[in-house]
């Protein structure tokens, strides 16, 4: 430090302008720099933030539409308790197999469960061999906020693989309930929309925490738990 500072001693007047001029500019151009790429930075940052509002509320939208067209065919086949009178077995069923086939729905399959216990389905043939041991637990939800549609948390349906149900009881015209009707979603078709509409890794929840979606454990941006099948997030998370 003190060579450098005889060095500079030694110098002449314009030579000491010159290195004391150098470094001031130096200092400000790191300083306006430096100002700029903060300023940037926070730019970015507040795009992409807005960017990611305007994704996710798109997608939001788009989840409420396809959950509301399977609120509307319930609320429809809430008004059909004459399919549970006896002897339209097969008017029952071929209604709900008709329900299910509509294109754009996630619905995957539908269920009219009687009061007596008897279900239709919109898959009987399938139904008759393989059954579906959650239903009852379904009857009994759909109970519980009477006249309103219930949503049950995922579970594995032998029906509908991976899925969750939406349930609203059927009433006659004396009010009195004949039975329920049930929703199982195709929670793989959500996935495989959704998707191409954010290009990021996201998750959808249910309010007790439940993930919905199809998770791929190749995702890096995720927490995975190690050496889980299938794929779990970390409870931290």
């Known amino acids: ?38 300023e940037a930075e926070n730019l970015l940052q507040n795009q992409v933030i807005r960017d990611a509002e305007l994704l996710v509320s798109r997608t939001n939208q788009y989840i409420d539409a396809s959950l509301d067209n399977v609120e509307n065919m319930l609320l429809l086949l809430s008004t059909r308790a004459d399919l549970l009178e006896e002897g339209n077995e097969v008017a029952a ?15 995957r399959t539908l269920y009219m469960i009687r009061a007596d216990g008897q279900v239709f389905a919109s898959s009987q043939v399938v139904y008759d061999i393989i059954g579906n ?32 149900a939406y349930v609203l009881p059927i009433a006659d015209v004396d009010n009195k309930v004949k039975g329920v009707v049930v929703a199982e979603l ?9 998707a191409p509409m954010i290009y990021q890794s996201y998750i959808l929840f249910t309010k007790e925490g439940s993930v919905i979606n199809r998770l791929d454990s190749r995702d890096k941006l995720l927490p995975f738990q190690a050496a889980s099948y299938p794929p779990k997030l970390e409870e931290s998370f």
Do not use: C
């Open 1 to 38: 430090m003190t060579k450098l500072f005889h060095w500079y001693a030694s110098l002449g007047l314009a030579t000491k302008q010159f290195i004391y001029l150098f470094i001031v500019t130096l200092l400000l151009v790191q300083v306006l720099a430096w100002r700029n790429l903060h």
């Open 186 to 194: 195709n929670l793989d078709l959500l996935t495989e929309r959704i």
């Open 93 to 107: 069923v071929e209604t709900l197999r008709k329900f299910a086939g509509i294109n754009n729905s996630i619905a």
């Open 133 to 164: 041991p959650k239903l009852n637990q379904l009857y009994e939800l759909a109970l519980i906020n009477y006249g309103a549609i219930n949503v049950s948390e995922p579970y594995d349906s032998p029906m509908s693989g991976r899925t969750l």
